[in-house]
């Protein structure tokens, strides 16, 4: 049996707002809108939904990460926006620059830039 993820749904409770971080601040390609469900491409294979519904936010739910090219230029995109930053960028043992976010609708999203070096146990 072979199982891949396709898509993840996120409950958002304005559609406009949760598209706009998504599309113009993270790039993600916007394929259709139909009633309260929004899609969005991440990559080949992959779709971001955006429902429009009640939400609960909690910080011990799942969390998304995404890989960015710059994640300086998004956070600091994000900030000019008013948007919240929990963790600013910042270097990773595991090799990775990172930063720590809230979307429009309060959700834990992850923002990673890939350096060189990869993770490895020997390093501090």
């Known amino acids: 049996m072979s199982t891949n993820l396709n898509r993840v749904i996120v409950s958002v409770t304005d559609l406009a707002s949760s598209q706009a971080f998504y599309v113009d601040l993270l790039g993600f390609a916007h394929v259709a809108t139909q009633g309260d469900m929004s899609i969005l491409r991440i990559s080949a294979g992959l779709d ?6 009640p939400t609960t936010i909690s910080d011990a739910a799942v969390a998304l990460s995404f890989a960015v090219d710059d994640v300086d230029g998004v956070c600091a995109s994000w900030a000019q926006a008013c948007g919240v930053i929990i963790d600013e960028p910042d270097e990773q043992p595991w090799g990775e620059r990172m930063a720590v976010v809230r979307d429009p609708d309060g959700h834990i999203v992850c923002l990673v830039q890939r350096r060189d070096r990869r993770f490895s146990p020997e390093q501090p």
């Open 48 to 53: 971001l939904n955006l429902h429009q519904r």
